[in-house]
């Protein structure tokens, strides 16, 4: 199977993949008051970050190199990591910290690798320059230069439905109390 094959797999199976992976974070869970209230206010940072990219990202219509993506290429997975890492605490269980690691790692680099490619298709002649400045994952602590005044688009937000995000996180607290409650 060729690595070109591979990337669209995990793409396509990402985020069916996340609801497997947490079921089996959600059964191996022993969360606490204090794990649930650290891991959500970890969780609503990740949702934020996620928020900000989606409304700046008109996907594949143009480049996105506003707001977040000035920072790093895919604000939208930093900040799944982010919000994936708030689980885990929440979940207080190593074993599910272990289960998110190889999920995150089997899946994001993949699928940051098909994405890159599918841009540089996309976006020949801008991409190379934004790919140069700005890093593919973890942030820079310094901006790339502002190419273009656009501003967050609350209509970009709703458009990418990044409301999912925030209504599936609240179900996934709402389930981890219940876990605690019932032990």
Same mark, same amino acid.
């Given at each position: 199977?060729s690595?070109? &094959?591979l990337?669209?797999? =995990?793409?396509r199976?990402? *985020?069916?993949? @996340? /609801?497997?992976?947490?079921? #089996?974070?959600? %059964?191996?869970?022993?969360?606490?008051?204090l &794990?649930i209230?650290?891991? =959500?206010?970890?969780g609503? *940072?990740?949702? @934020? /970050?996620?928020?900000?990219? #989606?409304g700046h %990202?008109r996907?594949?219509?143009?480049?996105?190199?506003?707001?977040p993506y000035?920072?790093?290429?895919?604000?939208l997975y930093?900040?799944?990591?982010?919000?994936?890492l708030?689980?885990?605490?929440?979940?207080?269980?190593w074993?599910?910290?272990?289960?998110f690691?190889?999920?995150?790692?089997?899946?994001?680099?993949p699928?940051?690798a098909?994405?890159?490619?599918?841009l540089?298709g996309?976006?020949?002649?801008?991409y190379?320059?934004?790919?140069r400045?700005?890093?593919?994952f973890?942030?820079?602590l310094?901006?790339?230069?502002a190419?273009e005044?656009?501003?967050?688009?609350?209509?970009?937000?709703?458009?990418?439905?990044?409301?999912?995000a925030?209504?599936g996180t609240?179900?996934?607290?709402?389930?981890?109390?219940?876990r605690?409650?019932l032990?």
């Amino acid at each position: 199977m060729s690595k070109t &094959s591979l990337k669209k797999i =995990a793409n396509r199976w990402r *985020v069916r993949s @996340a /609801f497997f992976t947490l079921v #089996a974070v959600l %059964i191996i869970a022993d969360p606490s008051g204090l &794990s649930i209230a650290g891991g =959500a206010a970890i969780g609503v *940072v990740g949702l @934020a /970050f996620r928020g900000w990219a #989606a409304g700046h %990202i008109r996907k594949d219509k143009r480049l996105a190199v506003t707001g977040p993506y000035r920072f790093t290429r895919n604000p939208l997975y930093l900040g799944s990591f982010i919000l994936g890492l708030g689980l885990v605490w929440g979940a207080r269980s190593w074993w599910g910290a272990g289960i998110f690691g190889l999920y995150f790692v089997a899946f994001y680099i993949p699928v940051m690798a098909e994405e890159r490619d599918r841009l540089r298709g996309l976006f020949p002649e801008a991409y190379p320059e934004y790919e140069r400045r700005v890093p593919l994952f973890f942030p820079s602590l310094r901006p790339a230069p502002a190419t273009e005044p656009r501003k967050w688009d609350p209509a970009l937000f709703r458009r990418n439905k990044e409301f999912r995000a925030w209504i599936g996180t609240a179900i996934v607290w709402v389930l981890f109390i219940v876990r605690m409650l019932l032990r």
